[in-house]
T-cell receptor, first 110, second 113 residues
């Protein structure tokens, strides 16, 4: 089900710039994840942050989580044209079910 | 290599002609799901399965059936497809133990005429 909201819905930047995407959710969570989807392809897991963590890094990705505000952000630094894709947050509050946000379409212009 | 394999990748069919989309995973995951993705509506879960012979409805189950006779396979069945089932479908397999990371298939683009 889609109970997370992402913003912006679309983002266009130049290569080399940073891209920031935000995700808000409504329930308590165990963890929050970010996925990437290239056009028409399956989603690929990027990074997971647990509810007791505030920040996590993986390569050029930085994720923050603020459980008091029920929000997370994904920062991609020094973007590349190959980063062009849709990015989805997904959170897990109980069991195995993930709830996905609506996604942010990122375009990185060379 | 960890994989979720869906077939076919593309399918054009006509209203009322039964079809099955297959899904297979090689990671020994217990939890599998089917999603459909439509413009402006995001990913919506159709059905999920927590283990062999255990399936349950997701958010949009109408018009779909699933079965889980073996752990690795989770086919999606459209008994009588209709044009509103034209969509991009994804199968996913989920790790357990708390992380619940989903591995997605490459997708099946279905057109029902």
């Amino acid at each position: 089900s889609q109970q997370g909201e992402e913003d912006p819905q679309a983002l266009s930047i130049q290569e080399g710039e940073n891209a920031t995407m935000n995700c808000s959710y409504k329930t308590s969570i165990n963890n929050l994840q970010w996925y990437r989807q290239n056009s028409g392809r399956g989603l690929v897991h990027l990074i997971l942050i647990r509810s007791n963590e505030r920040e996590k890094h993986s390569g050029r990705l930085r994720v923050t989580l603020d459980t008091s505000k029920k929000s997370s952000s994904l920062l991609i630094t020094a973007s590349r044209a190959a980063d062009t894709a849709s990015y989805f947050c997904a959170y897990n509050n109980a069991g195995n079910m993930l709830t996905f946000g609506g996604g942010t379409r990122l375009m990185v212009k060379p | 290599e960890a994989q979720v394999t869906q077939n076919p990748r593309y399918l054009i069919t006509v209203t009322g002609k039964k079809l099955t989309v297959t899904c297979s995973q090689n990671m020994n995951h217990e939890y599998m799901s089917w999603y459909r993705q439509d413009p402006g509506l995001g990913l919506r879960q159709i059905y999920y399965s927590m283990n062999v012979e255990v399936t349950d409805k997701g958010d949009v189950p109408e018009g779909y059936k699933v079965s889980r006779k073996e752990k690795r396979n989770f086919p999606l069945i459209l008994e009588s497809p209709s044009p509103n089932q034209t969509s991009l479908y994804f199968c996913a397999s989920t790790t357990s133990g708390g992380a619940n990371i989903q591995y997605f298939g490459a997708g099946t683009r279905l057109s029902v005429l």
